[in-house]
């Protein structure tokens, strides 16, 4: 399958335009110029050039004068990316959408129609972004990271979980190397700052009993958003807002793609064990954290234990049993 052929993602010849713009910040360019080297007309150089500016890319100049941009833009382009991430397998095949439903979507339907390990699928907007258990992501446009992975791992379903994890600490170090602050994980899929939500991961599978076919780990980070929307700003907050000052989203999802990688790797050479030790080092949640556990079926609160070989987290409840637990909310308790 050729790599740009899915429906709504953005054309080859705009991610070059972008690309040739930020190559060459700051400095005039042509429209002939640049018409010559992306292969389209003059007008249609124009009328992109009218597209990026709806989308904040500061383009100055037109047909006569030429262009030039004054910022290298924060577009998720993927030629910007496939050059930071070239001896990885996510350079490849990067589908970036200006907007789409849900990237974890789109990247599901890629899964079933053979798309190969290491696919990304990337949004700078998405109108039905999801999370856990049916809720919706916030997904304001060009101010977070909506991506998704697509993964080929040759595991059992048991330990899909750990994928999750695995995630989970490449998000919190690229945020380290980036901004210098150091999140929190609470288990399974989110990662805090200052006790409020920045990020979540939302990992889905399509498995036998015995086999995994693919899993496609999707990612949301809120990154510069000035300030959340009010019925979120009690719980979820941003990079922006903690650390202050706007961050390349370019870097961060180069540098989390990077982390992903190498964690993925660690995990199918050595195991869970890397994984489980990281975890038990940089997540509160991971051991002697009084929560609230809430399923589908029932809520109780206990004491966070460990985790088990899988992934999964042990509490043991105030009743002195001890859970397993699958799925469902944790949540710190007092
Ligand atoms: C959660 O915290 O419940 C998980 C949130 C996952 C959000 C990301 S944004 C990119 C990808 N596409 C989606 O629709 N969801 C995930």
New binding site residues.
Partial sequence: MAAATIPGSTDKRIDALLTLLADNAMIVISGAKIAREIGVSRSTVWRWTQTLRALGVRVKGHPRTGYRIEKVPDVLAPELLRRRLRDTPFSKRIHHFFKTD????VALRLGHAGEPHGAVVIAEE?T??????G?A?H?EKSSGI???ALLRPKISPVHAPLVTLLAGLAVRDAVLEQTGLEADLRWP??LLLRGK?FS???TEMHAEPDRVHFVIV???INVNHTRMPDELAAIATSLRIEAGGSHSRVELVAKLLRHLDSYYNRFLNEGPEPILARIAEVSSYARGKRVRITTASESYTGTTAGLEPSGLLRVRRDDGRTEVVLSGDVAEAS
């Avoid at 849900?102 to 979507?105: E, F, L, Q, R, Y």
């Avoid at 039905?128 to 258990?133: L, T």
């Fill in positions: 849900s990237t974890n979507d998405q039905a972004g999801r999370g856990r258990a809720r992501w997904s909506y991506m998704t899929n989110d939500k979540g991961i939302l999707g990612i949301g």
